[in-house]
């Protein structure tokens, strides 16, 4: 399911960078005193109350500007109050209510979408001054105080937004569908692979364009099992990305990924791996996906008896960082390996979604710590006292020890190797976390 979206909006300089960097927790937007610094949309997850959401960051909108920055500022904040589910108008208390807010507070009434009124820079703690009631005058509704320097009123803020979001609202697939995120750079042959598939299979149950979250969605049935096709568009390096439109697809790929059961990272073999892929690849890592690495346009290149090895043994360097993801080498233009695809496919998304029983768990670790002895210091060795599988997608385990500050990196990712070897586990990151015994 796709994380809902809250666009922060306001007129320049009013605190929203501020705002957006003490709701998602860290330093992120750029703060300054001068007005138009915040030029492009930012995101991040936000969480509260255990709930996890998109927040957007947005240049400020000046309403009648003619300067060319200013209104691809505009252009950009409005885009982000299209998609948003629900938008926090950030206004300033010691400015007043002022014509640009007024006619901010008309575009964002007229786009029908649930605003919450912000009234920042409250920063003295009580009953808010005399100057905050004039805020009800934007009409709406009722204005919220917060203090985005120092965090004051900012959980009553959130508490506000997340009233307007049904949570509870899923995709309208059945959960037995294996949702496929196409992710990638640009021109890599995304669209391309979905559409041979497409093209091939000849069963398409529905061409759903346009969805929520613009994403195109192509629902395909193979072999008594139905997918649903997530075409992305490709994210671009940031440097390069100049249309309004290109600078909103970032976000898009991101929330397509989120949907996603499994990724398919797609790579031009022409090109070979880059700094790009490696950051595609990572979103998909951190947010715990079975993942599968495409390269594509294999009919391309020349070959010889050693080409896909070698190709191969590069690509396990460059993907060091997720040593569990598979390769398969296809071509979209031709139909090559699209079978083992499939394959691979159903084979992530079931390990992704594995179950192991806490009994089985702990023959392995009884196996690991009589081969390698856990660590130790000054005299006090780690005590791992048992394993449990705490949650499926992706598999996340629960280590009970004696003392968490023995339980070293290296030591965690022996552990991790070992219940791989013995699962498979293969195209999925696993997570360990670590309590002592008495921890709740």
């Avoid at 969480?47 to 500022?73: K, N």
């Avoid at 391309?192 to 529905?206: D, H, P, Y």
């Avoid at 629902?219 to 568009?233: C, H, K, L």
Wanted: aromatic share 8%; proline share 3%; net charge neutral.
């Amino acid at each position: 399911m796709s994380k809902p979206i809250i666009a922060v909006v306001g007129r320049p300089n009013v605190g929203k960078s501020t705002l957006f960097n003490k709701l998602i927790g860290q330093r992120l937007s750029i703060v300054d005193d001068t007005p138009g610094v915040t030029r492009d949309r930012i995101y991040a997850e936000c969480e509260w109350r255990s709930r996890q959401v998109m927040l957007v960051d947005t240049g400020g909108i000046e309403p009648h500007s003619d300067d060319i920055i200013l209104s691809q500022m505009r252009a950009q904040a409005q885009m982000a109050i299209e998609k948003a589910d629900v938008i926090i108008l950030v206004t300033d208390l010691r400015a007043g209510v002022t014509a640009n807010d007024q006619d901010v507070a008309t575009m964002l009434l007229k786009s029908g979408k649930p605003v919450v009124l912000c009234v920042n820079k409250c920063d003295s703690v009580g009953a808010p001054p005399a100057d905050f009631y004039e805020f009800y005058n934007l009409g709406l509704g009722d204005p919220v105080a917060v203090s985005a320097a120092h965090g004051h009123g900012t959980g009553d803020l959130l508490d506000a937004a997340f009233e307007h979001i049904d949570f509870d609202k899923q995709d309208d697939y059945d959960e037995e569908m294996i949702k496929v995120a196409v992710i990638g750079k640009p021109n890599v042959g995304k669209s391309s692979l979905v559409n041979k598939i497409a093209g091939e299979e000849r069963v398409i149950v529905s061409d759903i364009a346009g969805t929520t979250r613009d994403a195109t969605d192509t629902v395909i049935q193979r072999d008594d099992r139905q997918y649903v096709f997530i075409d992305t568009a490709g994210i671009r390096r940031k440097s390069r990305v100049d249309e309004a439109i290109e600078r909103y697809s970032v976000l898009r790929a991101y929330m397509a990924v989120d949907r996603a059961d499994v990724c398919v990272i797609m790579i031009d073999a022409l090109e070979g791996f880059t700094e790009q892929d490696s950051k595609v690849a990572g979103y998909a890592h951190e947010q715990g996906k079975g993942c599968i690495v495409a390269v594509n346009k294999w009919d391309a290149v020349e070959k010889d008896g050693k080409t896909m090895q070698e190709f191969r043994a590069k690509l396990e360097k460059d993907f060091s960082f997720m040593s569990y993801v598979p390769f398969v080498f296809i071509s979209a233009k031709t139909g090559q390996r699209i079978d083992r695809l499939f394959e691979l496919i159903g084979y992530v998304y079931e390990q992704n979604a594995m179950r192991i029983s806490t009994g089985k768990l702990n023959d392995v670790l009884a196996y690991a710590t009589a081969r390698v002895q856990p660590p130790s210091d000054r005299g006090k060795r780690l005590k791992i006292f048992y394993i449990t599988q705490a949650s499926t997608k992706p598999p996340t385990f629960v280590a009970f020890v004696n003392r968490k500050d023995l339980f070293h990196f290296s030591y965690q990712r022996y552990l991790e190797n070992q219940i791989r070897e013995t699962f498979g586990l293969e195209g999925t990151p696993v997570r360990m976390k670590i309590r002592e015994r008495g921890d709740k």
